[in-house]
């Protein structure tokens, strides 16, 4: 079992939709929560970052951690053709090893 | 402008042959980062370091080397050893870690690596 699950896709949408994005962790010590944004042969870009449990808004985009589930969500509002990418969550940790472990990413088509 | 820089884009290698991947930033930042992705299986951490002259194995270090000489620069060498080199490398830095501290990466644009 990986350590950090997340739904490949594809997912599409039409233009104007809310999109939700998730994904589940099996390791406990994660307290830090990222969310990353990769266009086509490009590298990832951070969008959003949480430490903890809670939510974060930035715009059109809303994070939510909730780790007595483990799991983490990204909220896009009023999605744009713009926000088609490949959305990658990452999870890192205060102790041991200090580098973030990637969820797989889930693609996501917007349709004008 | 600050930015982390990898090159060449696109790397041919021929069986049996090592060949380095160049990472530099000017970013300050005290640790970097080599991460391979395959479609379909994200980012796999091969190497890391938080400081010069320090690093750390990831989950799919065999057939890799890296070197941290200087604050600015993580080259990455694929030995001959890594059997299935083909894939697109991402190298990224950041803050060092600790505490309740921002240390989300900044990426290059990464090398496509073939073997022909």
């Known amino acids: 079992q990986k350590e950090v699950e997340q739904d490949p896709g594809p997912l599409s949408v039409p233009e104007g939709a809310i999109v939700s994005l998730n994904c589940t962790y099996s390791n406990s010590a994660f307290q830090y929560f990222m969310w990353y944004r990769q266009y086509s042969r490009k590298g990832p870009e951070l969008l959003m970052y949480t430490y903890s449990s809670g939510n974060k808004e930035d715009g059109r985009f809303t994070a939510q951690v909730d780790k007595s589930s483990k799991y983490i969500s990204l909220f896009i509002r009023d999605s744009q053709p713009s926000d088609s990418a490949t959305y990658l969550c990452?999870?890192?940790?205060?102790?041991?090893?200090?580098?973030?472990?990637f969820g797989s990413g889930t693609r996501l088509q917007v349709q004008p | 402008d600050g930015g982390i820089t990898q090159s060449p884009k696109y790397l041919f290698r021929k069986e049996g042959q090592n060949v380095t991947l160049s990472c530099e930033q000017n970013l300050n930042h005290d640790a970097m980062y080599w991460y391979r992705q395959d479609p379909g299986q994200g980012l796999r951490l091969i190497y890391y370091s938080q400081i010069v002259n320090d690093f750390q194995k990831g989950d799919i270090a065999e057939g890799y080397s890296v070197s941290r000489e200087k604050k600015e620069s993580f080259p990455l060498t694929v030995t001959s050893a890594q059997k299935n080199p083909t894939a697109f490398y991402l190298c990224a830095s950041s803050r060092r870690t600790g505490g309740n501290v921002n240390y989300g990466y900044t990426f290059g644009s990464g090398t496509r690596l073939t073997v022909v």
């Open positions: 990452a999870m890192g940790m205060d102790t041991g090893r200090r580098a973030l472990t």
